[in-house]
């Protein structure tokens, strides 16, 4: 899987760059061109690595911050539409952070009959910018349609239509949030 993983990515290099790497780097294994790659990074590029780092240190008082925000009692339920299922989750949004924000993303996961592993998986995306931001100490109750019109497939497979209300449970965990400051973190 790595081996197919690495074929994949030098076949999207472009053919100039893979010349200067085979001049730089005659027979050299993919390790041995990634490890010279890196050094040659490192080397050249101390103060620009030390500056985004030093920028990833000042974010982390934001990013802790912006952790205190959460989604609870998240449902699901199986809506009709004209082009069939259509899954929908809601969740209630709570801001007890100190940042109004704007938007935030969210991994959903559905279990079904106890299983371990989700069943479906997909990213959801609230936004607050119609209601001027999601102020700290406030919250909402989001509404997320999974996939586009016809809803995603995954959520929508016989199993999970069959499974009926009482076997699901389902997870919202938080993604990258964006604060109304504009400042966009990974929690």
Do not use: C
Not at 65 to 88: C, H, I, Q, T, Y
Not at 114 to 130: E, H, I, L, N, Y
Request: glycine content about 4%; cysteine-free; aromatic content about 6%.
């Amino acid at each position: 899987m790595v081996l197919e993983t690495i074929r994949l990515f030098f076949s999207r290099i472009p053919a100039d760059l893979l010349e200067k790497l085979n001049q730089t780097y005659p027979n050299a294994s993919v390790r041995q061109v990634v490890r010279g790659q890196v050094k040659h990074i490192r080397d050249s590029n101390p103060k620009e690595i030390e500056a985004l780092r030093q920028e990833a240190n000042d974010q982390l008082p934001t990013i802790a911050e912006l952790k205190r925000v959460s989604a609870v009692d998240p449902e699901f339920r199986m809506e009709n539409s004209f082009f069939g299922p259509k899954p929908v989750i809601t969740a209630r949004i709570i801001n007890r952070s100190t940042l109004p924000l704007s938007e935030a993303s969210w991994n959903a996961a559905l279990y079904i009959n106890g299983d371990v592993q989700p069943v479906a998986t997909s990213k959801v995306r609230s936004d607050f910018r119609s209601i001027e931001g999601l102020k700290p100490e406030h919250h909402v109750t989001a509404r997320f349609t999974v996939g586009f019109v016809k809803g995603d497939k995954a959520w929508t497979t016989l199993a999970i239509r069959q499974a009926g209300s009482p076997p699901f449970s389902r997870t919202l965990t938080r993604r990258p949030i964006q604060a109304m400051r504009s400042v966009h973190v990974k929690a």
